[in-house]
């Protein structure tokens, strides 16, 4: 989840070519939602195409596959950099939250046109592998950001790290106090987070809570309540609006920077761990029609509809 970026011209026709549209001049930027897609091994309704990246339709809710990056289980992270890179923060398959066994998460570089993996480097702090929940990249300093997650087994949840997007290394920046985590930044460079904590007697998510945070310390700058806890957080660089998600619920929606929620809609059994946006800016040579995003997505939808009859 990440903030405003400009794409150079490949990454504009590579925006085409997933979108299936000829070049042409338009009066303002498109904005893709892109999505993570991460379900549960058992626990209720199974979950279709975890481990995917997908585009969702920022209206409804409803979700396209794009593609599947090779030994990916899951993915709880996604989030693009300044140049247009996709990478994404893995976890094991095992059944889904609130509380699951330790496992180690990888940072991966994913083709955003086909899903395709371009590197996997498994996330270390010291050495010792760490479950990483949530990534988001701020702009304005130019950094990819990652929380510890509620899967991690060395009692590190809810610790703020960047990390290195070529190495997958990790600095510690400071503890958010938070045992479950999701992380999104505003264009200015606002980083805001999506909070709970576990009541260890029952094993529920309590506390709800929507924050800002300080990125060079992780001080908490302001909190309000929320309904539930979302574990997909993403901010919609051209307005600043906030969506958020909650996983095998399966449910988008808006929320307000009070803590209110407004449902957009179901993402069925395409479970979302996490979301984030590409923009497509208007260059000055090459540009794009000016079609809706239900008809851009369209197209995707009919390759993959013999696909999903299996389903």
């Known amino acids: 989840m990440s903030s405003f970026r400009k794409h150079a011209p490949a990454a504009v026709t590579a925006a085409m070519a997933l979108l299936c549209l000829p070049t042409a001049i338009i009066a303002s930027p498109i904005v893709i939602m892109y999505g993570g897609l991460g379900g549960h091994a058992g626990g209720g309704p199974p979950s279709t195409f975890d481990g995917w990246i997908a585009t969702i339709n920022q209206t409804t809710g409803a979700v396209t596959p794009i593609g599947h990056p090779a030994g990916v289980s899951r993915l709880s992270g996604l989030a693009f950099d300044s140049n247009g ?3 994404g923060a893995t976890q094991g398959n095992f059944p889904f939250p609130p509380v699951t066994p330790p496992s180690a998460s990888a940072l991966v570089q994913i083709n955003p046109i086909n899903g395709a993996l371009l590197s996997n480097h498994v996330i270390t702090a010291g050495g010792v592998p760490i479950n990483i929940s949530d990534l988001g990249f701020d702009t304005v300093n130019g950094l990819l950001y990652g929380v510890q997650g ?8 809810g610790l703020l790290y960047t990390i290195n997007e070529t190495t997958g290394i990790p600095t510690l920046v400071g503890d958010t106090h ?5 992380i999104a930044f505003t264009p200015n460079g606002t980083l805001y987070m999506a909070a709970a904590d576990l009541d260890f007697n029952t094993g529920n998510q309590i506390n709800f809570r929507l924050e800002t945070i300080n990125p060079l310390n992780a001080a908490i700058l302001t909190s309000v309540s929320t309904p539930q806890f979302y574990g997909a957080l993403g901010i919609r660089p051209t307005d600043g609006v ?3 998600g909650n996983g095998d619920a399966h449910t988008l929606y808006t929320l307000t920077t009070g803590g209110v929620e407004h449902v957009i809609g179901d993402t069925g059994t395409t479970f979302v761990g996490d979301i984030d946006f590409f923009v497509v800016p208007e260059p000055g040579t090459v540009v794009l029609f000016t ?11 009919k390759r993959l509809q013999t696909f999903r009859k299996s389903y």
């Open 291 to 301: 079609l809706g995003l239900g008809g851009l997505i369209i197209c995707r939808r």
């Open 150 to 157: 509620p899967n991690d087994g060395l009692n590190g949840q």
């Open 178 to 182: 938070s045992f479950f985590a999701s």
């Open 242 to 244: 906030i969506f958020a």
């Open 85 to 87: 890179n996709l990478f």
